[in-house]
Structure formats: structure tokens, C-alpha cells
């Protein structure tokens, strides 16, 4: 997929409009996606900027094998992935099962998170 924008200079008093193409980065690899949680998860403890710092903030700390748009729209992906299981997971504990251990509800949040989306949270 190649993606192209365009950029207007003057050269000689002439407006001139050069078309840039960029390609497609590479995509995550599952570890590239736990680094990145990692990150957002060690970023936002840190108590200096907390979990409202800005994302550009984020992505300078984290940015040095892809671009800051491309770790953003990853990102944003993890992020809404990650807040369904959250919510599947608060919902379990909600019913409050007597005698069922954390283990046991991660798993029962797992299956009400294939039930609710069609597929497996990899987590």
C-alpha cells in the first residue's frame, strides 16, 4: 500500500507541487505489541506525566524503530482491544463467585471476550 502526499514550495517565484510516495511500514510483530503495552503501562505510572500526557510526549519516550503516526495507529488498536477485555474482565468480577480465583476469572473473561467479539484475546 503506498500512501502519497503533496508539497507546495516556491522555487524561482513558481509555486511548485511535488507529489511524496510513502510505502506501507512493516507490521507489528505480537512482541512489538507487548512493548508497546509495556511502554504505555511504564509511561503512564510514571508519576511526572501520568496516564494524560500527551501523545507526542508518549511516542518521543518510545519511538526508535518506527514512526510516531505508525506506533500511534497501533496504538489506538491495542488500546480499544485491551479496554474490551478490561470490561469483559470487570464484569466477571462483578458477579463476585465465591471461591473462584484470579486465574479463574481471567479465563472466564477470556471466554466472555470470544463470546462477545468472535475472537480470542491474545494476551
Not at 505508525?70 to 491495542?78: E, M, P
Given at each position: 500500500m503506498k500512501f502519497s502526499s503533496s508539497?507546495?514550495?516556491?522555487?524561482?517565484?513558481t509555486l511548485v507541487t511535488t507529489t511524496l510516495a510513502k510505502k506501507k511500514g512493516k507490521n507489528f510483530a505480537p512482541k512489538e505489541d507487548v512493548h508497546?503495552?509495556?511502554s504505555?503501562?511504564?509511561?503512564s505510572q510514571d508519576p511526572d506525566t501520568g496516564d494524560e500526557q500527551k501523545k507526542v510526549y508518549f511516542g518521543v519516550k518510545i519511538a526508535a524503530q518506527r514512526e510516531l503516526g505508525?506506533?500511534?495507529?497501533?496504538?489506538?488498536?491495542?488500546q480499544a482491544t485491551c479496554n474490551?477485555?478490561?470490561?469483559?474482565?470487570a464484569a466477571i468480577v462483578a458477579c463476585n463467585e465465591s471461591g473462584k480465583t484470579t486465574e479463574q476469572k481471567i479465563l472466564d473473561?477470556?471466554?466472555l471476550f470470544?463470546?462477545?467479539?468472535?475472537?480470542?484475546?491474545k494476551s
Open positions: 508539497i507546495n514550495s516556491l522555487q524561482n517565484d508497546l503495552a509495556a504505555w503501562l511504564d509511561t505508525s506506533l500511534q495507529a497501533r496504538w489506538r488498536l491495542l474490551k477485555f478490561a470490561g469483559c474482565y473473561a477470556h471466554v470470544r463470546k462477545q467479539n468472535g475472537a480470542s484475546f
